[in-house]
């Protein structure tokens, strides 16, 4: 098992914003020299937390949804037979909705 530094407050907030300003994830690893799994991880549990704490009661009444489709690691085809059905290859679609708040 990878064990994965837990980053301090300050630089948790620094690497959320470099992400937010629109820099890819490689970009903290440079600018802090902290992992990319580390960033990774850090960014998934901040979305977690706001989004738990952030989506709630919604009074949606029009929702717009699409779904964009991508691989992972290889096409569907290619997958190694060790790998078939593992989470991380293959197909991946990615789900967005939007509600307009008429």
Known sequence: MV???RLT???G???IAFVCEGNSLRAPVRLTG???NTITK???DACIDYQGQTLRNLKCKRIQCTETWSFVYTWEKNVPAEKNGEFGYGADWTWTAIDNQD
């Open 9 to 11: 407050d300050t630089q």
């Open 13 to 15: 907030s620094q690497v």
């Open 34 to 36: 902290i992992s990319k």
């Open 3 to 5: 064990s994965m530094k």
């Open 42 to 44: 850090q960014l998934g």
